[in-house]
């Protein structure tokens, strides 16, 4: 009797071009002064964690983004990835990201 196994190859995102795969932050459901939003509201998040890095812009130094990095992004030209519930994953075109947060004294070469 012959065993087989059915192994379950995971899907992964590989941005192509001059793009980066995002994690957006979750949107703020409390205001900075403590007020708690309704379920309704939330303050949108434009800030996230890169998760991936397509090979052009990892090849060009004209861009100082690594994976894990957080940055600032614009949304507006990102195409939201269907690939998990919470739909948090965006790919993001390298020009829309406007800022990466850096601990103070940290510099990119």
């Not at 957080?70 to 406007?98: A, Q, S, Y």
Request: charged share 35%; glycine share 6%; proline share 6%.
């Amino acid at each position: 009797m012959t065993r087989t196994s059915r192994t379950t190859k995971l899907e992964v995102v590989e941005p192509i071009g001059k793009r980066v795969l995002i994690r957006k932050d979750e949107d703020k459901k409390v205001t900075k002064v403590g007020i708690h939003l309704p379920d309704k509201i939330e303050i949108p998040t434009i800030t996230g964690r890169v998760v991936a890095i397509s090979a052009e812009v990892a090849k060009d130094d004209n861009y100082p983004i690594e994976q894990y990095d957080r940055v600032l992004f614009n949304p507006k030209h990102g195409v939201p990835v269907d690939f998990e519930g919470d739909n948090r994953l965006f790919v993001i075109p390298v020009e829309d990201i406007v800022a990466v947060f850096r601990a103070a004294g940290e510099a990119k070469d």
